[in-house]
């Protein structure tokens, strides 16, 4: 392998890893800070100008906790637990296309970690390993009420996952590639899939809040029937990788929201900018209008959180089986009739 | 429920329309320490010794305020007047060690009314007992309890001024 490609390639991944963590740590603030706004409330400002450095006081708290293992038969599992959760949501992160390539040193470079031809699969395999996650950790904790938690959250992002993949279908199906790429480079301009896939766009947004255990689906780790839910028996930096996998994957979440329906990094007047400022800055601009939309979607997220009440168990088992599938299901026949009719 | 109703979605989108508007609501959180609340005119706050129109402290030690206190937070050792002490204490007989601990101290206000000589305030300092660490730290001894002499100065030329 040349040693271009080697540098090339540790850089992205090293810059797309440092990306994920930062966006990661400051949607933790962001959380605080627009629960507080939408309540009437000022957030965190006491930690730097405005509360920036809060984020820093909060791991830094959590790395001066004791570090706890209770009496279970399963220290490997329990250890074990938040690190597949923390891995899985950072590895995503690797098949999304940030930009399209930039044009430095003589060289195109592909702004993408790995650019595999099953993308989608790859992102829907991992987010089925990070079910496990939050398994493992219910059950090595050697509690009831951790391990009634982790039934149903596992319960609940495997029910959603089918939807999710239903709806994915249907986005497949219209595009003709499952790699996030050609996904990408397919909706220029404002050839975005959301004006071709609403109902698809609808579920999958439904079933992303699903996965990630985000309110109104977050009956594992709800603080008032549960405890803590899975996450009770943690304590320290175990616990803050399960809550910092959490913002991760809500993070991972978003971006493959805008890099599916929204277009990545496609903005209007894209290709008038490749031609008259050239490919760098027209790419640098994608990028920028890439994390405008991930940010979009973290406040959507989160203004979700704020504004809906939390699901019971069977109304959410009966919204995933009853009502998004046979939906999702319509999708895929009504994009199969669409497509053949303007074959 | 219709079909489309059971969806939630409109629902839903009016929730998050009076949501988004509470964002843009002034925010009803005061800054503390940069933004104080205003007290009430009889707020109970931290206890002051007053100082009659010449200066002189009006506790006698008569002890009336540490009988009257539920919680038994006051105590204090009384002392006779010397004659060049005269302009200090109004009449022969002083605190002169007075102590409250504000670890005690309900703030409930009944040593003032119990006062014969107006001599305990609760409602005039407007400050909050600041917090602290230490037990012994918050024995209040004199030396932050009785009024300022600046204070009394201030307020004997208002009387004369008006």
């Known amino acids: ?343 | 429920m219709t079909f489309w109703e059971s969806l939630y979605l409109v629902a839903i989108a009016k929730g998050l329309v009076i949501t988004i508007r509470h964002l843009f609501k002034r925010k009803v959180t005061i800054k503390y320490p940069e933004q104080k609340r205003e007290f009430s005119p009889v707020y109970r706050g931290q206890h002051m010794l007053m100082r009659d129109d010449e200066g002189r402290e009006r506790c006698t030690a008569c002890g009336l305020c540490a009988l009257s206190c539920p919680a038994e937070a006051i105590t204090m050792k009384a002392e006779e007047r010397k004659p060049e002490e005269k302009h200090l204490y109004r009449e022969e007989k002083y605190a002169s060690i007075y102590e409250i601990n504000m670890l005690r101290c309900i703030f409930c206000g009944l040593c003032e009314e119990a006062c014969p000589k107006q001599a305990i305030y609760l409602t005039k300092s407007k400050v909050i007992v600041k917090s602290n660490s230490n037990r012994e730290d918050f024995i209040y001894g004199k030396d932050k309890l009785v009024m300022p002499l600046e204070m009394a100065i201030q307020n004997t030329n208002q009387n004369k001024a008006s």
């Open chain 1, 1 to 343: 392998m040349e040693s271009t490609i080697i540098i090339e390639k540790s850089v992205i991944i090293i810059a797309v890893f440092a990306l994920t963590m930062l966006m990661a740590m400051y949607s933790t603030l962001a959380e605080r800070k627009i629960a507080a706004w939408l309540q009437d409330r000022v957030g965190p400002n006491r930690a730097g100008k405005g509360g920036i450095l809060q984020p820093l006081a909060d791991g830094l708290k959590l790395f001066s906790k004791e570090e706890f293992l209770p009496n279970t038969p399963n220290k490997f599992l329990f250890v074990i637990g938040p690190a597949i959760s923390m891995s899985m949501a950072l590895i995503t992160s690797a098949v999304i296309p940030w930009g399209d390539k930039l044009h430095l040193f003589g060289r195109d470079i592909i702004l993408q970690a790995t650019d595999i031809d099953v993308a989608m699969l790859f992102i829907f395999g991992v987010l089925s390993v990070s079910v496990y996650g939050i398994m493992i950790g219910g059950w090595a904790s050697n509690n009831k009420f951790s391990l009634m938690s982790a039934m149903r959250a596992g319960s609940q992002m495997i029910s959603y996952e089918v939807a999710m993949g239903l709806a994915i279908i249907a986005l497949v199906m219209m595009s003709g590639t499952l790699s996030l790429r050609e996904i990408a480079a397919q909706q220029s301009g404002m050839n975005w899939n959301i004006f071709y896939q609403p109902l698809g766009f609808l579920i999958f947004l439904v079933c992303s809040f699903a996965e990630t255990n985000r309110t109104p689906f977050d009956l594992a780790e709800c603080e008032a029937e549960l405890i803590g839910g899975y996450h009770t028996e943690y304590s320290s930096m175990k616990m803050g990788f399960y809550l910092f996998a959490e913002y991760a994957s809500m993070f991972i979440s978003s971006t493959i929201i805008a890099v599916l329906y929204f277009g990545a990094y496609n903005y209007p007047g894209m290709d008038w900018a490749v031609e008259n400022w050239g490919v760098n800055i027209a790419n640098v601009i994608g990028m920028v209008v890439l994390f405008a939309k991930i940010c979009f979607f973290i406040f959507f997220y989160m203004w979700i959180r704020w504004t809906i009440p939390r699901f019971r168990y069977d109304q959410l088992m009966n919204l995933g089986w009853k009502m998004l599938i046979p939906l999702a299901i319509v999708n895929i026949v009504i994009t199969g009739a669409v497509i053949l009719l303007f074959q």
